[in-house]
């Protein structure tokens, strides 16, 4: 069945870096864009970060911009997200999401349609 | 950058009643707005995407309605399987952001 499995949580000291990973199964990878989005505890969702089907494009939340980075590994049917310089403020529980894009030659239409379960990453001295 | 406001935060309804949750951007964003629910413990699931269809697999008393910068999400004959957390959230610069969420609770 379609599925996707986080994984790379763990805790680490503020300013330090973590590697989220995502393994995708059940469906062509190469033909989505994923997400990445985060919850912090207590709180609401939060969008993370974007990447197109191709890679060929890629988005992030003000928040991260220059400390996190979205790549994916299509030969390896992977996703990743490189977070450096973490703050205590990253911690949350990260998911890999699936978005079915679809774009006309006015518009891109966007749904997260699948969701992983998450990991935890925990900034903390 | 595009801000959504939800409202209520939180709702208490009982059993049977139709409810309706509301979002509001603050710029114009065509249909570009999906809605999802969060049960506790869990990963988010899509309910309602371009702001009036209906996810494959959704039960037909969720709906959506809306354009432009006010949307509805209505549930009609709330089940106990739907007391959760509801977000709007919005790509209209290509840039997503998700509401603020609304809690739903059994009266």
């Known amino acids: 069945q379609v599925q996707l499995v986080e994984s790379g949580g763990g805790v680490v000291q503020p300013g330090r870096s973590l590697r989220l990973s995502c393994a995708p199964s059940?469906?062509?990878?190469?033909?989505?864009?994923m997400h990445w989005v985060r919850q912090a505890p207590g709180k609401g969702l939060e969008w993370v970060a974007l990447?197109?089907?191709?890679?060929?494009?890629?988005k992030y939340v003000d928040s991260v911009k220059g400390r996190f980075t979205i790549s994916r590994d299509n030969s390896e049917n992977s996703l990743y997200l490189q977070m450096n310089s973490l703050r205590v403020e990253d911690t949350a529980v990260y998911y890999c999401v699936r978005d079915p894009l679809y774009c006309t030659s006015t518009s891109c239409h966007f749904r997260m349609d699948v969701w992983g379960q998450g990991t935890t990453v925990t900034v903390s001295s | 950058d595009i801000q959504m406001t939800q409202s209520p935060s939180s709702l208490s309804a009982s059993v049977g009643d139709r409810v309706t949750i509301t979002c509001q951007a603050s710029?114009?964003?065509?249909?570009?707005l999906n809605w999802y629910q969060q049960r506790p413990g869990k990963a988010p699931q899509l309910l309602i995407y371009?702001?009036?269809f209906l996810q494959t697999g959704v039960p037909s008393r969720f709906s959506g309605s809306g354009s432009g910068t006010d949307f509805t999400l209505t549930i009609n004959s709330l089940q106990p399987e739907d007391f959760a957390t509801y977000y709007c959230?919005?790509?209209?610069?290509?840039?997503?952001?998700f509401g603020q969420g609304t809690k739903l609770e059994i009266k």
């Open positions: 990447i197109w089907y191709d890679g060929s494009n890629k």
């Open positions: 059940g469906f062509t990878f190469s033909n989505y864009a």
């Open positions: 959230q919005q790509y209209g610069d290509l840039v997503c952001s």
């Open positions: 371009d702001a009036s």
């Open positions: 710029q114009d964003i065509k249909n570009y």
